[in-house]
């Protein structure tokens, strides 16, 4: 088990075991990331490109506005008005505005996103596959879940799993609600 401590004589401790889930968390998630960055490479975009694009495609038809694209990345609002102008300059996304609200802007995949993403999603499944193979589905829900609740009793704009989201990767970033 990953520690922040070398003597484990107080591990009941709740700071060290949050201390514990913030190491193992950050390693963890380090790592993942440094692999989506390097599949990504391969169509010459970065993760956070990556990531937005995985989001627009578990939108509705319509698409999503940009300010919930921006919160579910974990994007500033600047920095993905930066980066959905360049994926739709790439012919990656496509705008429109909202029917409810003509101030908004709706942002989905275009067809060749989709076709993109698909690409991208065939390349994740060979890097996910041996990392997931040795959990069961109820374990992986079960994973997700719980960090859910972990990210429920964190303060901040984290847009947390649901049973309908556990699915496994990459399939985990979808619509929550």
Do not use: Y
Not at 29 to 50: I, S, V, Y
Not at 135 to 164: H, T, W, Y
């Amino acid at each position: 088990m990953l520690s922040v401590f070398v003597e484990q004589t107080d591990d009941d401790r709740a700071s060290v075991r949050w201390l514990n889930w913030v190491l193992a968390l950050f390693q963890i998630a380090k790592r993942l990331r440094h692999q989506l960055a390097d599949c990504a490479a391969a169509w010459n975009m970065g993760d956070t490109e990556l990531l937005l694009l995985l989001v627009c495609r578990s939108v509705k038809a319509d698409g999503i506005i940009q300010n919930d694209l921006s919160q579910r990345v974990g994007t500033s609002r600047a920095q993905t008005s930066a980066l959905v102008e360049s994926l739709r300059q790439r012919g990656l996304l496509e705008c429109s505005t909202s029917k409810k609200d003509r101030r908004l802007k709706l942002w989905r995949l275009s067809t060749n996103g989709t076709k993109t993403v698909n690409q991208i999603l065939q390349r994740l499944d060979s890097i996910a596959t041996p990392m997931i193979t040795p959990f069961s589905e109820s374990q992986v829900r079960e994973l997700c879940l719980a960090l859910s609740s972990l990210a429920m009793n964190v303060k901040g704009d984290i847009i947390p799993f649901s049973d309908e989201t556990s699915s496994v990767p990459p399939d985990l970033v979808r619509e929550v609600g």
